[in-house]
């Protein structure tokens, strides 16, 4: 069954720091990736997702994608408290299966 | 457009009784998915539909877990004899479709909790 793997489980950071976190797939038919967030007592919101090879920018988050390896990463730049929260790696194929999620990095931005 | 809707908020049941839970999806949504989420076990695919019609429900455990979508505006998972360990939160979701690269857009989920 397709695993999805994600590191650190959590993660400190400072107010203004990087944040990186990293996600891999374990089933070679994984063609889309996906990063959901989820504030604490909140449901998962969509925050990026790649298809291709290479990087994608949006405001201060970053997403990188390497197909080969079927990695993923999330970069968030100049963290602030409101990106304190469960970030979730997710993956689908072509063939319509539903998405698989990762157990997810918990970010902590310190004032 | 009031997003996923699911009732109800939080479920409390004794151990042994029947839960049933429902799920609204965004109209115009063809696709339904039932997720469960615990801290050790993460987020958790259960089943889902496309157009009603039940497409994989791997997830599910299947004696005493069902799901339902009697028509395109609500769905159903049902757990009978509930069992302390079928606590969590559970989460619909909903997309346009699913061919591979929608989005899914989760309803604000049911906490239950087997006593």
């Known amino acids: 069954q397709q695993k999805v793997q994600q590191s650190p489980e959590s993660l400190i950071v400072p107010e203004g720091g990087m944040a990186s976190l990293n996600c891999t797939s374990s089933?070679?038919?994984?063609?889309y990736f996906w990063w959901y967030r989820q504030h604490s007592g909140k449901s998962p919101k969509m925050l990026m997702?790649?298809?291709?090879?290479g990087e994608k920018e949006e405001g201060r988050f970053t997403v990188h994608l390497n197909k080969a390896s079927l990695h993923t990463s999330l970069h968030i730049r100049d963290s602030q408290p409101s990106d304190s929260a469960l970030y979730l790696c997710?993956?689908?194929?072509?063939?319509?299966?539903?998405?698989?999620f990762g157990t997810g990095t918990t970010v902590s931005v310190s004032p | 457009n009031a997003g996923v809707i699911q009732t109800p908020r939080h479920k409390v049941t004794g151990k042994g009784q029947e839960a049933t839970l429902w799920c609204e999806p965004i109209?115009?949504?063809?696709?339904v998915f039932w997720y469960r989420q615990t801290i050790v076990q993460g987020l958790e695919f259960l089943t889902y539909?496309?157009?009603?019609?039940?497409?994989?429900d791997s997830g599910m455990p299947k004696e005493r877990f069902s799901a339902q979508m009697p028509n395109q505006s609500h769905s159903t998972l049902k757990i009978q004899s509930t069992q302390p360990q079928d606590s969590a939160v559970y989460l619909c979701?909903?997309?346009?479709?699913?061919?591979?690269?929608?989005?899914?857009?989760f309803g604000s989920g049911t906490r239950l909790t087997v006593l």
């Open positions: 979701a909903s997309s346009l479709e699913r061919v591979g690269a929608e989005t899914l857009y």
């Open positions: 089933d070679r038919n994984v063609d």
């Open positions: 997702s790649i298809f291709s090879n």
């Open positions: 997710a993956a689908s194929d072509q063939g319509g299966r539903a998405l698989i």
């Open positions: 109209s115009g949504h063809s696709a």
């Open positions: 539909f496309r157009n009603q019609a039940p497409i994989d």
